[in-house]
């Protein structure tokens, strides 16, 4: 029975220490893959963050310490493996809540606006403006040396939601835009920008169908208005009522008044 028992304890033992090393293996697995992931970081990148003013312009007095930042990510990133980590953006809860938001990293997929060069002392940065295929605009910023794409450019990039800007649009209105800073963007005219113009085509393909509906009920009904019978119209004969009378007044009165009589009998 003690032999028994001490076998069981060496088990229990076993056991325990090969959990603690699975534990110890996970914890320290788990910090390197959302590293891997996630841009560098630090603790003066998160007090910019921190301190970012929302509904202010851009670039702002902060925009400089991010710069390398940026690049840093731009020239060590690569955006395949960082799509796990990237939440799928709302405007409506940015533009809600920026505070909660700030730092986060999000998917961005949407087509070229613009594509702004910066000057000094900002002229490694580009001025990217998204619109998403919601409708909704966003300023982004990332590092110079972008592939070359052309306005209406379906991309997609990771960034992290810095602020809310808050301008004036095109249309002469304040408006509010949520300012995102990415690291390397990509163009995406497959699967994504296939699926818009399959929307579109759709949207098409049933305006096509309404007009040729349209069109076929109008002939039918041109082709039921000619087959009707056409109505007759009734010809009344014109009755002359000229009647012959005598030149003398007398004698007309005298014939006018013996043919009614006639006509009595």
């Known amino acids: 029975m003690v032999v028994k028992g001490r076998h069981r304890q060496e088990i229990k033992r076993a056991l325990a220490a090969k959990i603690t090393n699975f534990v110890i293996f996970a914890v320290a697995w788990v910090p390197s893959a959302i590293s891997s992931s996630a841009p560098p ?43 796990a980590a990237a939440k799928k953006l709302s405007v409506e809860d940015l533009l809600e809540s920026p505070p909660s938001n700030r730092g986060l990293l999000y998917c961005i997929q949407g087509r070229v606006q613009e594509i702004r ?26 590092p110079a040396g972008q592939i070359e794409v052309a306005a209406g450019a379906h991309v997609e990039v990771n ?7 808050k301008a004036r649009a095109m249309d002469g209105q304040i408006r509010r835009y949520p300012v995102f800073l990415g690291g390397r963007v990509e163009r995406r005219d497959d699967a994504a920008g296939n699926q818009m113009n399959w929307q579109r085509m ?19 009904m041109l082709l039921a208005r000619r087959q009707l019978p056409s109505e007759r119209r009734k010809v009344v004969p014109m009755v002359d009522g ?9 004698e007309a009165l005298h014939e006018l008044r013996s043919r009614a009589g006639g006509d009595q009998m």
């Not at 060069?117 to 990332?142: D, N």
């Not at 759709?202 to 039918?220: C, E, N, P, Q, S």
């Not at 000229?242 to 007398?250: E, R």
């Open 159 to 165: 960034a992290l939601f810095y602020k809310i800007l």
């Open 117 to 142: 060069a910066m000057r000094s002392p900002y002229q490694e940065m580009e001025e990217w403006f998204i619109r998403l295929s919601s409708g909704e605009p966003l300023a982004l910023y990332v």
């Open 41 to 83: 970081w630090n603790a003066e990148v998160q007090l910019v963050f921190d301190q970012a003013l929302d509904e202010t312009t851009m670039p702002d007095d902060s925009f400089e310490t991010l710069i390398p930042f940026l690049h840093q990510w731009f020239q060590t990133s690569d955006e395949r493996d960082e799509h």
């Open 242 to 250: 000229a009647v012959d009378l005598p030149d003398d007044p007398a």
């Open 202 to 220: 759709d949207v098409l393909m049933l305006l096509g169908f309404m007009l040729l509906l349209a069109m076929v009920l109008v002939g039918v």
